[in-house]
C-alpha cells in the first residue's frame, strides 16, 4: 500500500498481549492509526520463562526495540533434552537467523512490559472487553462491555485461545484440551540445587512428565516448570504438593528437591489447552493473529514466537499489497502453513520413545551402542 494509504488506515487491535503489543508497534510503524482495547484494568503476566528465538530478536532489531528487549533477558546458546535422570537424549544449538544465533531467555512479566513500554502513550486502552464485532466489509464496529462502539478500517483479533472475534466470526470450535497440566514457578538460582549453571534451556523428560529448567540470570533466577498428564480439564485446576510431587517420582532427585521446596502460593497452576487449526483467519477488514489464530501447545516453545512472527508478516504485507483486503490475504498465505505444522508438532508426545518424532534422528542410542 502507499504511504499515504497507510497513514488514512485505522487500526483496532483487540487484546494487548505479545500478539496485540508486537502487532501494534510493527503496524505504527507503517505510519497508521492503532488503538488497542485491552480487557484487564491491568496487565499482568504471571508464571514463567520463555525464549525469544533469533528470528524473533532479528523483527526486533528490525523495530528498533532490540536493545528494549535484550536487557532484560540472558542469551542462550543451545538448548538440551535430557531424560528423568539426566541421561543426555539431543543438545542442539537455537536455529539462527542471519547472524544472530542467540535465544534470549525472559520472564513473561518483563517480556510483555517491555513491548507495552514501547508503544507511544494512549496508544493502549484497558478496561474495554469486546463484547461483539461486526464486519460491515470495508469496516468494522467493536462494541465493547458498557457500550462503547469504535469503527475501524482493520482490526486485528489479538484476544487470545478464547477470541471473541474469532468465535462471532471465523470459527465456533472452543478450546481443546490436551490432556496434561502445567505447574509453573519462578525460584531463586540458589533454589535450583546446583542445576543451573549457564544460560542453557534443560528439559528433562519420562512417564509423559516434562520438567523445564529455564535460566532467568539477569534476574538470578529460574524458571521451573513442569508439565504432566492429568484427566481434570478444568481450567484452573486444585492441585496440591503430593500432586506435584508424584508427577516427578522417580526423577533426578535434585528435581524432586526443588519440587518439593517450592511454596505452592507462588506456582501457577492451569490445565493446557489449544485449537485446532481455523481454516480462515481473514475477511476484508479483520484478521486474528496469535493465540487467537493458532493456539498451540507450548512443547515447542513457539506460541510467543509465533505471535511476534505474526506481527511482522502482517506489516510487511500490508506495505507491501495494493490493498487491505490484498494483504490479509498475503498474510495468511504467509503464516497459516507454518503455524499448521506448529500446532501438529506441538501436539506431538514427547516421551522418550516419542522423541524422534519431534527431532528425526535424535532418538536416544540404544545401550551399548556409540
Known amino acids: 500500500m502507499q504511504s499515504a494509504d497507510l497513514k488514512n488506515l485505522k487500526i483496532a487491535i483487540v487484546g494487548a498481549g505479545y500478539g496485540g503489543a508486537a502487532a501494534a508497534k510493527a503496524l505504527s510503524l507503517l505510519g497508521a492509526e492503532v488503538d488497542v482495547y485491552e480487557q484487564a484494568n491491568r496487565i499482568r503476566e504471571v508464571g ?3 525464549g525469544l528465538r533469533p528470528v524473533t ?4 532489531r528490525q523495530w528498533g526495540i532490540f536493545d528494549a528487549i535484550t536487557k532484560v533477558t540472558s542469551p542462550s546458546e543451545y538448548f538440551e533434552i535430557l531424560t528423568a535422570t539426566g541421561d543426555p537424549i539431543m543438545k542442539e544449538a537455537w536455529p539462527a537467523d542471519g547472524e544472530q544465533t542467540h535465544t534470549h531467555l525472559i520472564h513473561r512479566g518483563d517480556f510483555i512490559d517491555a513491548l507495552l513500554g514501547v508503544l507511544p502513550e494512549g496508544m493502549v486502552h484497558l478496561g474495554h472487553k469486546l463484547e461483539s464485532i461486526e464486519d460491515k466489509g470495508d469496516s468494522s464496529v467493536l462494541t465493547f462491555a458498557g457500550g462503547k462502539t469504535v469503527e475501524a478500517d482493520l482490526v486485528v483479533g489479538a484476544d487470545g485461545i478464547k477470541s471473541v472475534v474469532r468465535k462471532q466470526l471465523f470459527s465456533g470450535k472452543g478450546p481443546v484440551f490436551s490432556g496434561e497440566h ?5 525460584i531463586p538460582v540458589d533454589a535450583a540445587h546446583g542445576m543451573v549453571v549457564d544460560d542453557n534451556l534443560r528439559m528433562y523428560i519420562g512417564r509423559g512428565t516434562k520438567v523445564y529448567l529455564l535460566p532467568l540470570r539477569h534476574r538470578g533466577q529460574v524458571s521451573f516448570d513442569i508439565t504432566a498428564l492429568c484427566p481434570d480439564g478444568t481450567w484452573n485446576p ?5 500432586d506435584l510431587l508424584a508427577t516427578v517420582s522417580g526423577f533426578d532427585e535434585r528435581l524432586v528437591n526443588i519440587t518439593r521446596e517450592l511454596d505452592m502460593d507462588t506456582v501457577n497452576i492451569r490445565a493446557v489447552y489449544d485449537i485446532d487449526p481455523v481454516d480462515t483467519w481473514h475477511s476484508d477488514s479483520v484478521v ?4 487467537a489464530a493458532h493456539s498451540m501447545l507450548h512443547h515447542q516453545g513457539q506460541g510467543a514466537n ?11 504485507a500490508l506495505r507491501q499489497a495494493a490493498s487491505p483486503k490484498e494483504g490479509l490475504a498475503v498474510y495468511q498465505a504467509t503464516r497459516k502453513p507454518v503455524t499448521d505444522e506448529l500446532q ?5 508426545g514427547w516421551s522418550e520413545d516419542e522423541i524422534n518424532d519431534v527431532f528425526p534422528g535424535q532418538k536416544p542410542a540404544a545401550a551399548g551402542q556409540e
Open 288 to 291: 486474528l493473529v496469535g493465540d
Open 182 to 186: 502445567a505447574y509453573r514457578a519462578v
Open 344 to 348: 501438529r508438532i506441538s501436539r506431538q
Open 57 to 60: 530478536m532479528n523483527r526486533f
Open 238 to 242: 486444585e492441585v496440591t504438593k503430593d
Open 306 to 316: 509465533s505471535a511476534i512472527e505474526d506481527a511482522g508478516a502482517l506489516a510487511d
Open 48 to 50: 514463567a520463562g520463555i
